[in-house]
């Protein structure tokens, strides 16, 4: 386990190292002549030419490579600028649509309860004309009209309850 570890971060500095001391800058001069900066020695077509470019030239080939470094920097910042705002928006959408999702539910259940508290006080209606029905015909027995008591206020207490539900929404 240690030794695999250890070739891990061996292999992660060698990468850097080479990544490090092999930098080279190609740069392409207003005149077409095209020169690779490796180190601070100047190269063209793979041969030396530092020595042979006036101070000038060195000078104007170094703020080229300046000025298009400069611009890659820029160029780097403004996408990870734009990323994050892409991110950030993202971020913005998935909590909306978490909220509007939650909502749309916080709203199919005030309807549900709204829907089950009139089922529920229809039912009792209902079963109260009929057992006021039943009590004027004088179908009913005195164990039948407390029985039919009994199921009366228990309806009434889902209608009180359901009620009570439906206000809390």
Known sequence: MKTFQFFKVASVFAILLCFSCGSTE??????????????????????DVTEELSSEEKTEIQEILDQRLAFEKEAKEKKEALEAAQKKAEKARKEAEKKQKELEKKMKAKEDA????????????????????????????????????????????????????????
Do not use: C, H, M
């Not at 900066?37 to 793979?46: A, Q, R, V």
């Not at 529920?120 to 057992?131: F, G, H, V």
């Not at 015909?137 to 439906?166: F, Y």
């Open 114 to 169: 709204r829907k089950d508290f009139f089922q529920a006080k229809n039912k009792l209606k209902k079963q109260r004309a009929k057992y006021q029905k039943r009590l004027d015909r004088g179908k009913l027995s005195p164990v039948a009209i407390e029985k039919w008591e009994e199921k009366l206020k228990g309806l009434e207490q889902d209608v009180q309850d359901l009620e009570q539900n439906l206000k809390r929404y």
């Open 26 to 47: 190609k740069v392409i001069t207003t005149d077409g002549r095209v020169y690779e900066l490796k180190g601070g020695k100047f190269y063209s077509n793979g041969a």
